[in-house]
Each structure stands twice: as C-alpha cells, then as structure tokens.
C-alpha cells in the first residue's frame, strides 16, 4: 500500500475503503477459524464459525428468535426516541443560551456518570418487569449523554456566523432557527448514531433481568445450557443489526446535510 496513502486526514476512495472494511472482517473470520478449528480453544469456550452458524440457524427455525430479535429492536428505538425527543431540545437550549446552560449542566453532568444498571432495582419496583422498565433503562443510558453532545455541539457554532445574523438584522429566534440549527444539525444528526450504538449496550443490560423475549434473555438462556454458539450467533446479530443502522444513518445524513460532506 503506497505511504501517501496514510497522510493525516487524507481522504480515501470509496472504493478502497469498501476493500478494507472487507479485509477486516475476512481477517477477524480467519483469526476465529484458526483459533477453533486448530483445536487452540476448546469449543466449551468458544464455538466455530460453523457451529455459530448451525446454532443460529436452529435459533430462528426452532425457537422463535426473530421474536427475540423484533421485541429488542422495539425496546431499543422506544427508549432511544424518547431519549431523543426531550435531549435534543433541551441541548440546543443549553448550547444556544448560556443562562439554560448554567442551571441544567451541573445536574446533567453529575447524571451522565450514573450508571444505567444501577437503575435497574429501582426501575423493577417502579415500573415492574414489563416493557417500560427496559425502555427506561435505556432511556436513562441515553438521554443526559445525549443532552450533554448536542449542547456541546451547538455551542461551538462559529460566533462569527451569530453576529453576521444580528447585523443583519436577525432575531434571536432568527438566529436559533437559521444559523445555530443548520449549522449544528449534521453534527447532532452524527451523536444520535453514536448514542443508538450506547443504547444497544443498555437494552442487552435490561434483558438480562425479567425478560422473557429480546437476544439478551436468549444469551442468558444460552449460558445457562454452555451453549457458546448461540450466545455468539446472538452477539453477532446485535452487530449486524448496529452495521445496517450505521449504514442508513450514513445514508441519510448524506442526503439530508449535502453541504457537510467534505467534513
């Protein structure tokens, strides 16, 4: 591979950067195969890729697991749209007006470090074992995380911008709507990908308590049985999963903010 290739922030084609991603899968895949099919780790601790494949293959044919998989997507975009709904308003509202900002940081920061399991006890006696107890847990995982990016991200709009808007005879509102929101909104558009990868962490956390469906009980179910390939298939579909949902959050940043592409 050429040395100008790994020129700091260098852009690279598109079509090598498919061949790389690529390479780096078949490289894992391999590594995988080496370490299992050469008898250096026994299948108690690891399964093969072909013993995951054959274990996931009875996992949607034997025991209903794209149930699992439709009840833990809806889990994870219930609290991610919640979380999202009332962090990013209130993050421009932060970003945009300092005085909104000084009251709710220190309490928005002290939260963001609160561990979302420790929650968990609490939310059971709350809401039960049902479905809001497991949104919550990924509502509370989100939500301050969220609040804290985007206000940071608006907040760092170039001043400059601001002030050609008041000279130019912009409102504050004006300057809300028309300069801070467009110039933030690809990069709030970039931490809701990031926080929808955190809450797929939380929603595997809540499953592992009270739950009956979603690929969290269905890993806990497979350790009990020393099932290490379903327990692995289950980790790879929540990658998969994570891959397409990057993949069309990409997409559609790249249709919605054009003018962000040479970011």
């Given at each position: 591979?050429?040395p100008?290739?790994f020129?700091?922030?260098?852009?690279?084609?598109?079509?090598?950067?498919?061949v790389?991603?690529?390479?780096?899968?078949?490289?894992?895949?391999?590594?995988?195969?080496?370490a299992?099919?050469?008898?250096?780790?026994?299948p108690l601790?690891?399964a093969?890729p072909g013993d995951?494949?054959v274990a996931g293959w009875a996992?949607?044919?034997e025991?209903?697991?794209a149930q699992?998989v439709a009840v833990?997507?809806?889990r994870?975009?219930a609290?991610?749209?919640?979380?999202?709904?009332l962090a990013?308003?209130?993050?421009?509202?932060m970003?945009?007006?300092?005085?909104v900002e000084a009251?709710f940081?220190?309490f928005?920061?002290f939260?963001r470090y609160l561990?979302a399991?420790?929650?968990i006890?609490?939310l059971i006696?709350?809401a039960?074992?049902g479905?809001l107890?497991?949104?919550?847990?990924?509502f509370i995982?989100?939500v301050f995380q969220?609040?804290?990016?985007?206000?940071v991200?608006v907040g760092?709009?170039?001043l400059?911008?601001?002030e050609?808007?008041y000279?130019?005879g912009?409102?504050?509102?004006g300057?809300v709507?028309?300069?801070?929101l467009p110039a933030a909104s690809?990069?709030?558009?970039?931490?809701?990908?990031?926080?929808?990868g955190?809450?797929?962490?939380?929603?595997?956390?809540?499953?592992?308590?009270?739950a009956?469906?979603?690929?969290g009980?269905?890993?806990i179910d497979?350790q009990r049985f020393?099932?290490t390939?379903?327990?692995?298939?289950?980790?790879?579909?929540?990658g998969?999963?994570?891959?397409v949902?990057d993949?069309l959050?990409?997409a559609?940043?790249a249709?919605?903010?054009p003018?962000?592409?040479?970011?």
């Amino acid at each position: 591979m050429p040395p100008s290739l790994f020129a700091p922030l260098k852009p690279v084609a598109p079509g090598l950067r498919t061949v790389l991603g690529a390479l780096c899968f078949v490289l894992f895949f391999l590594g995988w195969g080496i370490a299992t099919y050469g008898g250096f780790v026994k299948p108690l601790f690891l399964a093969s890729p072909g013993d995951s494949l054959v274990a996931g293959w009875a996992l949607f044919t034997e025991f209903g697991f794209a149930q699992d998989v439709a009840v833990t997507i809806w889990r994870v975009l219930a609290g991610f749209v919640l979380a999202a709904v009332l962090a990013v308003p209130l993050g421009i509202l932060m970003g945009a007006f300092k005085p909104v900002e000084a009251f709710f940081e220190g309490f928005v920061s002290f939260a963001r470090y609160l561990p979302a399991s420790a929650f968990i006890p609490l939310l059971i006696l709350w809401a039960g074992v049902g479905e809001l107890q497991k949104i919550l847990v990924i509502f509370i995982g989100s939500v301050f995380q969220l609040v804290i990016m985007v206000s940071v991200i608006v907040g760092s709009t170039r001043l400059d911008l601001v002030e050609a808007a008041y000279t130019l005879g912009a409102s504050r509102r004006g300057v809300v709507l028309r300069v801070l929101l467009p110039a933030a909104s690809p990069q709030i558009f970039e931490a809701l990908r990031l926080v929808l990868g955190w809450a797929w962490t939380y929603v595997i956390v809540a499953e592992l308590v009270g739950a009956s469906r979603g690929i969290g009980h269905m890993i806990i179910d497979a350790q009990r049985f020393l099932d290490t390939g379903q327990m692995i298939f289950g980790i790879f579909v929540i990658g998969l999963i994570g891959l397409v949902t990057d993949f069309l959050f990409q997409a559609a940043h790249a249709r919605l903010f054009p003018w962000a592409r040479g970011r």
